[in-house]
């Protein structure tokens, strides 16, 4: 993405490296990148360059947003607490999350064993960089 702003501002002959390549099973930054986005970390910083990314792939056509769950299986006690704590941190930075019920992710999620989990994280703007955030790059620099 920085190459793209720099070649948006008039610079010439601009090189991005990337630690990996295209081919999936190379297990460098980009080619084992789900592409899913999720809009909410514990720091300001992070949030703020997701919601960045987020808008720059949406702004371009490159994002379809569908929404995303975080599960919490039923006895797992510290996963709960976390994502209460990315809730609060989400909610802190402006983002739309919230925790819902097992029923409530069912509802989401229709494959989902409700009987299994104490609950989710719903996240309504996440989605997926489409096509894979590694192919953005030729629309990004030629």
Known sequence: MLAY???ELGQKN???LEKSSVIPSDL???AHASDFVFNTTHDKLSNWTTAYSRKFYEDNGFFLKKGGLE???IGDHDRWEELKRKVGSGKAFGTNISLISASEAKEKFPLLDEGSIMGAMWDPDAGLVVPRSQDVVSFAVD
């Open 5 to 7: 702003w720099l070649a």
């Open 28 to 30: 460098g930054s980009t």
């Open 14 to 16: 601009v090189v991005g």
């Open 71 to 73: 599960i919490c299986r």
